[in-house]
């Protein structure tokens, strides 16, 4: 147990973000497909207008994620 508390204290910012970053994306890549599956016709019942609300949906946290990303939290105003 010490020896796994040890390896996270000697981490690196970006060891950890890369360990992080690709699990937490293939989980997202995985939860997307499992959605997919929602595309049998024979088994769900859906109409266009359902598939336009999940997908702006999706897309609307995307761009607010990636936003996170590109822009500082705290940036102050100036003229």
Do not use: Q, W
């Amino acid at each position: 147990m010490e020896e796994l508390i040890e390896f996270k204290k000697e981490e690196t910012a970006r060891a950890r973000f890369k360990r992080l970053g690709t699990l937490r994306t293939n989980e997202v890549i995985r939860r997307l497909k499992v959605l997919g599956n929602c595309s049998n016709r024979h088994l769900y019942n859906y109409n266009e207008e359902d598939i336009d609300k999940i997908f702006s949906e999706i897309e609307k946290k995307t761009k607010e994620v990636k936003a996170k990303f590109h822009f500082p939290k705290n940036k102050k105003f100036k003229l």
